[in-house]
């Protein structure tokens, strides 16, 4: 930094960060999709897995439902059976997926679909009435009988392109059949006296996959919302100070950045919500093909386009949905439809395909947020060190940076073998995963190749790595196995602010999760 080089900014500096946009990650991020929560994706990890023991695995995880209060009843957060919910893997880095992984549910009363009713009345005036409430008692893994609703659901893999794949419906090898369940969300804990965590860990599933040799397993079920932004204030024009208040985060010691924000559990908007979560761990061997060992991967939600709904409705059919499934919901990597892409074409993105991605290259080019950061903070920035920086904005156009981390990923880290400009999650297999207590929040940056932009953990701080390179954190070198290389994509004249630690002040670390599959945290309980 050319004006900045003061003892303030030195002390400020901390932390060394890379890759993505900025916060609140993929929760109600486009107009069209807000109004269909049941099918919005909020974040998408892709990973190599660190339970001990599944080094030979990749873990995908799509969580859908966003900003699920725990005490939501009586009806609770149910998937929609009209809609395919699929995870998709590109092997050869030609945007199109070459797997994909699809869930189908359906949601069933008790008793045929009748549901569970009580006999009301004094002898000679007994009437069977259906209970309003989804379960009557206690239930448990083993004994369900007082659950009066279920979700099942079938898993399919398709081999090729989506509409046009070879499609097999994949065998549950824990309970026989094609069914697999989800467990009720957790209601209380009076309901799960036992404990909410041991009644799901009965709803995790092995499965076979066509030509592999070995297991995979599934689960799908309410978690504690991962991902910790400080959301309201955030979207409210930045209203905190976007940098670190310490020397190094967590530190207490107020001797970073004048009024900047302090890491706090309290900033983070999503510590009290809950998600569902669709997840699957599969050989990595089965899902590499013939490439380079890196894998682009995403989640999207699709639903028939015509819904005609029923004015007699029922339970089972409370309306009719016909024609071609049709994409309403998409998501890669954090937060780009949030704060990259801008209003107008939010619902485009939505509904597009990686290989399509060209139509919105200059979001990347020319990004519109470190000019709105700009706006709102370079004056009082300048007062503050009483310095004349001319822009806190990147000045590098094209921004090759910001291609690089959305569109190509990075040469010897996750780029594919083939390169098609597109935004997917990319992940190189071949990196050993790194056990919870030894990752780096900060993942690549944090000198940890194992983590973020090289896929996603859910103990990795996109929000921060985010703030930081939209602002230039790429233009100055980063550690990479712990020395300083300069990545050749910008130059420390082109970032004025790129090496200071922005930040939101919500931290977040693998501690916070379980660490193994299916690794996001017990929810919330809607009785606490």
Not at 393 to 400: D, E, I, L, M, V
Request: include cysteine.
């Amino acid at each position: 930094m050319k004006t900045m080089q003061l003892s303030l900014i030195a002390a400020i500096i901390g932390s060394t960060i890379i890759t993505s946009s900025a916060s609140a990650s993929s929760h109600r991020e486009a107009p069209n999709i807000s109004r269909m929560p049941a099918l919005d994706s909020t974040d998408f990890y892709a990973f190599n897995s660190y339970e001990q023991g599944r080094g030979d695995y990749v873990t995908l995880i799509a969580n859908y439902l966003p900003l699920q209060d725990a005490f939501g009843g009586p009806n609770y957060f149910a998937l929609d059976p009209a809609a395919v919910y699929s995870i998709h893997i590109d092997n050869d880095g030609d945007a199109i997926e070459d797997m994909t992984f699809q869930f189908r549910f359906s949601s069933m009363l008790a008793n045929d679909n009748q549901g569970v009713a009580l006999m009301v009345g004094t002898d000679g005036e007994q009437k069977s009435i259906a209970v309003p409430l989804k379960n009557v008692g206690a239930v448990t893994a083993m004994d369900q009988s007082a659950a009066n609703f279920s979700e099942s659901y079938t898993l399919t893999v398709v081999e090729g392109p989506e509409r046009t794949g070879t499609a097999t419906a994949l065998t549950n090898s824990t309970a026989g059949g094609t069914l697999f369940y989800k467990p009720l969300d957790n209601i209380g804990d009076k309901t799960f006296a036992e404990g909410y965590e041991a009644y799901a860990a009965h709803f995790v599933y092995e499965f076979s996959m066509p030509g592999c040799d070995q297991m995979g397993r599934v689960f799908v079920g309410q978690r504690k919302d991962p991902f910790v932004v400080n959301l309201g204030k955030t979207f409210d024009l930045v209203n905190y100070v976007p940098v670190e208040g310490d020397s190094a985060g967590g530190a207490g010691d107020g001797a970073g950045f004048p009024g900047g924000i302090t890491q706090s559990a309290n900033n983070d908007a999503l510590k009290n919500k809950n998600v569902t979560a669709l997840s699957v761990e599969v050989p990595k061997q089965c899902i590499v093909g013939s490439g380079n060992g890196s894998v682009g991967t995403w989640t999207t939600a699709s639903l028939p386009q015509a819904r005609i709904l029923n004015p007699d409705a029922t339970f089972s059919k409370p309306e009719v949905n016909g024609g071609a499934m049709t994409q309403v919901s998409r998501l890669g990597n954090p937060l780009v439809n949030e704060l990259v892409i801008g209003l107008k074409d939010k619902d485009k993105f939505s509904t597009s395909q990686p290989v399509n991605d060209g139509q919105f290259a200059d979001y990347l080019t020319h990004p519109s947020l470190p000019e709105l950061l700009n706006i709102l903070f370079k004056d009082a920035v300048n007062q503050t060190l009483g310095t004349d920086i001319q822009t806190l904005a990147p000045t590098n156009f094209p921004r090759t940076d910001l291609v690089t981390a959305f569109l190509t990923g990075f040469p010897g880290v996750n780029q594919l073998s083939t390169v098609t400009p597109s935004e997917m999650l990319r992940l190189n297999t071949s990196i050993a995963a790194k056990p919870a207590a030894m990752q780096s929040t900060f993942g690549v940056a944090g000198d940890d190749l194992a983590g973020f932009p090289n896929g996603r953990r859910p103990g990795d701080d996109v929000v921060d790595i985010a703030l930081r390179v939209v602002m230039g954190r790429l233009c100055y070198p980063i550690p990479v196995n712990g020395e300083d290389t300069d990545l050749g994509l910008c130059a420390p004249e082109d970032a004025s602010v790129g090496n200071v630690p922005f930040t939101d002040g919500a931290p977040v670390n693998a501690s916070m999760m379980m660490d193994s599959f299916p690794y996001l945290a017990t929810p919330v309980s809607g009785s606490n």
